[in-house]
C-alpha cells in the first residue's frame, strides 16, 4: 500500500515554524533584528504601510499589484517606485529564507517520529511548506537521499530515495542560480535558461542536512535568489524576466510529479493542510486527481469536518477526520498503534 503525505503549516508547527496568520508579524521582527541592511529599513516601510501585525498574503498580494500597475510607468518617479517596491519583495523573499534557517536549528520531534516510525519506501511527501526539517529527518533515518529525493537532479549520482518529497512552493535550500553562478566578465548563456532549468542548493545547507562530502549541483557564488513562492493570494509560477517567463517547466514538473502520485496512491493523508479556495491549483490537484475510491485521513483540527466535506461533495468515497487533535496527536497514535 502506498501513501501520499499532504503537508502544510499546521504539521511544522511543532518545530517552531509559524502558520500563515502570524507569519508577518514574526517575519518582520526577525527583518527587524537584522543586524545588516536593507532588512530593518524594509521592515519599518513594511509596517508604516501595512501595520505591525499583517497578514502576509495581505502584503504580498499588495506589493505584487502595486509591481504590476507600474509595470509601463512612464514616468521616472513611477519607474523608481516600482525598482523600490521589487526590491521590498526581494528582501522579503530572501529575509524568510534566513529567518526559517533560523529556525531550523530547533528539534523537530514530531517530524523524527514520523521519519522513524510511520512514512514507508514508496510513499510521497507533497508539502507547500518551505522549511527543510522534515528532509533533515528523514535523511537521519535513512528514508530520503537528496540527489532525486526532490524530483530533479541534484546529486551528480544516481542514487535513489525511498522517499520523494514535492515542495510545491519551494525550499528555504533552494536557489536559483542567475547566469551559472557568474560574477564578472563576459558570459555565454543561453536565451533559453538564463537561471537554469532547476535549483541549487548551498553547501551550508548540504551541511544541515547531513551532507559532508557532496558532488552536484551546489551554489558556488555569483547571483542567487531563494526559489520560493511567496504566499500571496495570486501564486504566479515563473519568473518574470527579460528574456521571458523562466522556471515554468520546474514547477510544472513537481506539480505534474504530485498529480502522478496522489492518483496511483492507495491512502492520502492531509496534515495542517487548510485547502482554501485561493489556493485554486492546490484544490484542484488534491481533490481531482487522486482516484475517487483513494481512502482520505483528514488531519487539520477544528478545520477537519469542512475539508471532508470537500472531498465528499468531490465524490470521494473513503472520507475520515482525525478526532485526536492535530498532526503531533496524530503521529503519536500511528506510532503507538
Excluded at 518545530?15 to 524594509?42: C, I, K, Q, R, W
Excluded at 553562478?181 to 533559453?192: L, R
Aim: glycine fraction near 10%.
Amino acid at each position: 500500500m502506498t501513501t501520499t503525505y499532504v503537508f502544510g503549516a499546521g504539521a511544522s508547527l511543532h518545530a517552531g515554524y509559524p502558520l500563515a496568520l502570524t507569519m508577518g508579524e514574526g517575519l518582520l521582527d526577525f527583518m527587524l533584528s537584522y543586524p545588516m541592511p536593507p532588512y530593518p529599513n524594509v521592515a519599518r516601510f513594511l509596517i508604516d504601510t501595512f501595520g505591525k501585525s499583517p497578514n502576509i498574503e495581505d502584503v504580498i498580494t499588495e506589493l505584487a499589484s502595486r509591481i504590476d500597475s507600474l509595470k509601463e510607468a512612464e514616468t521616472a518617479e513611477g519607474r523608481a517606485e516600482r525598482m523600490r517596491l521589487g526590491n521590498c519583495r526581494g528582501s522579503l523573499n530572501a529575509s524568510l529564507r534566513e529567518w526559517f534557517r533560523q529556525i531550523h536549528t530547533k528539534p523537530a520531534p514530531t517530524y523524527a517520529a514520523f521519519a522513524d516510525k510511520v512514512v514507508q519506501p514508496g510513499d510521497v511527501v507533497i508539502t507547500f511548506n518551505y522549511d527543510d526539517s522534515l528532509e533533515r529527518e528523514l535523511k537521519r533515518a535513512d528514508r530520503w537521499d537528496i540527489s532525486r529525493g526532490y524530483g530533479f537532479p541534484l546529486g551528480a549520482a544516481e542514487r535513489s530515495s525511498d522517499v520523494l518529497i514535492l515542495k510545491l512552493h519551494g525550499s528555504v535550500n533552494w536557489l536559483v542560480s542567475i547566469l551559472g553562478g557568474a560574477k564578472s566578465g563576459p558570459v555565454q548563456v543561453s536565451s533559453m535558461s538564463p537561471l537554469g532549468h532547476h535549483p541549487v542548493i548551498h553547501p551550508a545547507d548540504l551541511d544541515y542536512l547531513g551532507y559532508k562530502d557532496f558532488s552536484g549541483h551546489t551554489y558556488a557564488s555569483g547571483g542567487a535568489f531563494p526559489c520560493l513562492i511567496l504566499p500571496g493570494r495570486k501564486k504566479e509560477f515563473f519568473y518574470d524576466t527579460s528574456f521571458g517567463y523562466e522556471y515554468t517547466e520546474f514547477w510544472d514538473s513537481l506539480w505534474s510529479q504530485a498529480a502522478e502520485a496522489l492518483g496511483r496512491s492507495d491512502k492520502i493523508v492531509l496534515c495542517g493542510y487548510s485547502l482554501l479556495p485561493v489556493d485554486q491549483r492546490a484544490c484542484d490537484l488534491l481533490l481531482q486527481k487522486p482516484q475517487k475510491k483513494t481512502g482520505v485521513t483528514v488531519v487539520c483540527g477544528s478545520q477537519s469536518e469542512r475539508i471532508v466535506d470537500d472531498f465528499r461533495t468531490t465524490g470521494f468515497r473513503s472520507v475520515e477526520a482525525f478526532e485526536g487533535g492535530h498532526f503531533e496527536d496524530w503521529v503519536l497514535a500511528e506510532v503507538s498503534i
